[in-house]
């Protein structure tokens, strides 16, 4: 069983920043996978970013790619999701999840979710 506990999100306008931590709790975190999924109202949730165990894979859906970066601190259990130049189409409810790969399919636990929400 992990845990999985979302922060950081808010109202921020187009263009600008935010970092999203996932703290987990109830598993050794330095040997798990970790993915970060948004669901936009009235949307299927979609795959952001993942990135392996031990932080050396990482991959990213193509929307956010070279806007977004996903990294973890094992000494903290903690993954992050740094968001730069956000847009609009960005707002949605962000989760993390233990697992790999871009389908929701390859993650069993996942935590509450924060919300983000980018004003034009």
């Known amino acids: 069983q992990v845990q999985l506990v979302e922060s950081g999100g808010g109202l921020v306008q187009a263009g600008g920043s935010l970092r999203l931590s996932c703290a987990a709790s109830?598993?050794?975190?330095?040997?798990?996978?970790l993915g970060w999924f948004r669901q936009a109202p009235g949307k299927e949730r979609e795959f952001v970013a993942a990135?392996?165990?031990?932080?050396?894979?990482?991959t990213y859906a193509d929307s956010v790619k070279g806007r977004f970066f996903i990294s973890r601190d094992n000494a903290k259990n903690t993954v992050y999701l740094e968001m730069n130049s956000l847009k609009p189409e960005d707002t949605a409810v962000y989760y993390c999840?233990?697992?790999?790969?871009?389908?929701?399919?390859?993650?069993?636990?996942w935590g509450q979710g924060t919300q983000v929400t980018v004003s034009s």
């Open positions: 999840a233990v697992g790999y790969g871009s389908s929701s399919g390859g993650y069993n636990y």
């Open positions: 109830g598993h050794i975190f330095s040997s798990i996978n």
């Open positions: 990135v392996s165990w031990s932080g050396s894979r990482t």
